[in-house]
């Protein structure tokens, strides 16, 4: 029997602006998993962790078991015996693709027992077919970094196009999760289904901007292009004191902040560690005083993806 546990990070997407199109793979935190071959055909979720029961171990209607179905038809492999344990590292719902995290997480392990039949970029439609069931849209801007690591552009959904960004290497992270509620599926329902001609062009220099400084290590560019007047300000609304938390971020030094993916996590750039830490604390003790439970991490941008932990 063939064994193998991998890791699979959370990521940011969105990234303000770039709704659909960009995301950006942390450190921390992430999901494990651990997958076995064996010679009983068939997909079995075996055991899962860290869900407090949330998550179904009906492999047909979990994220990890829906992606090993289609990659072992779309390999012509349908028969292979899979055995899978998910270990919940990060939370549920938070809006730091915890779903996409489970899937890459599977997906990759299986991949590599199965002799890296595929590259990541070939990868990515399956890991697509997780999120279609998580959210009810097969979007990449979470699955595509945490499988390709990076900063990265879906440039195209048809074709799919991905672009893996360059980024200012001492670019870090502040992330605070509040524990309070946002479904994904409920959150993009919120968004506007039209968008004004001029509101639209704003949005665009946005993005070109934001694009623009990753590629020219332009932390300020960066940072005066990370707005977005389509979907957060409807989104904001389901985060306690947003506007504050924008605020203090902003006083303690950060570059730039906004919500990852869906929220609640609110997120912040910095140019080191110790302001994104100074933030993390400060908006910590804002929730707190809000009656607001939280947690925080604080990360370079992940270069890597997912990695091989015991084989």
């Known amino acids: 029997m063939e064994t193998i546990r991998v890791f699979a990070p959370a990521t940011v997407a969105n990234v303000v602006c770039g709704y659909d199109v960009l995301g950006f793979a942390v450190n921390e935190p992430g999901d494990e998993v651990i997958l076995r ?12 962790t860290g869900d407090n029961g949330k998550l179904p171990l009906d492999p047909q209607r979990n994220t990890v078991g829906v992606s090993v179905y289609h990659y072992l038809n779309g390999i012509d492999k349908p028969d292979t015996g899979v055995e899978i344990e998910l270990h919940k590292k990060m939370p549920i719902g938070s809006g730091l693709g915890s779903s996409s995290a489970s899937t890459v997480a599977g997906l990759f392990a299986l991949n590599e027992l199965m002799g890296r039949k595929l590259s990541s970029c ?15 849209t097969g979007h990449a801007d979470n699955v595509a970094p945490a499988l ?12 799919l196009d991905v672009i893996r960004l360059p980024y200012p290497s001492d670019l870090h992270c502040a992330i605070v999760f509040p524990d309070v509620d946002v479904p994904t599926k409920d959150a993009r329902r919120m968004i506007r289904s039209k968008v004004l001609l001029k509101d639209a062009v704003t949005q ?27 979907v957060e300000p409807t989104r904001s609304i389901l985060i306690p004191g947003f506007e504050t938390l924008r605020r203090i971020a902003h006083d303690n030094g950060a570059v730039s902040f906004g919500i990852s993916g869906s929220g609640p996590s609110v997120f912040s750039f910095t140019r080191d560690k110790q302001t994104s830490t100074r933030i993390t604390n400060a908006l910590q ?6 009656g607001v439970k939280s947690l925080s991490f604080v990360s370079e941008i992940n270069a890597e993806g997912p990695k091989v932990l015991d084989q």
């Open 148 to 159: 390709m690591g990076g900063f990265v552009l879906i440039r195209s959904y048809d074709p």
């Open 37 to 48: 071959l064996t010679d009983k055909p068939g997909i079995r979720i075996t055991k899962i």
């Open 122 to 136: 070939q990868l990515l439609p399956y890991a697509m077919k997780g999120e279609e069931m998580a959210c009810g």
């Open 204 to 230: 665009w220099g946005n993005i070109a901007g934001l694009v623009s400084g990753l590629c020219m290590h332009d932390v300020e560019l960066i940072g005066r292009s990370m707005k977005d007047i389509i």
């Open 285 to 290: 003790e804002h929730l707190k005083s809000l």
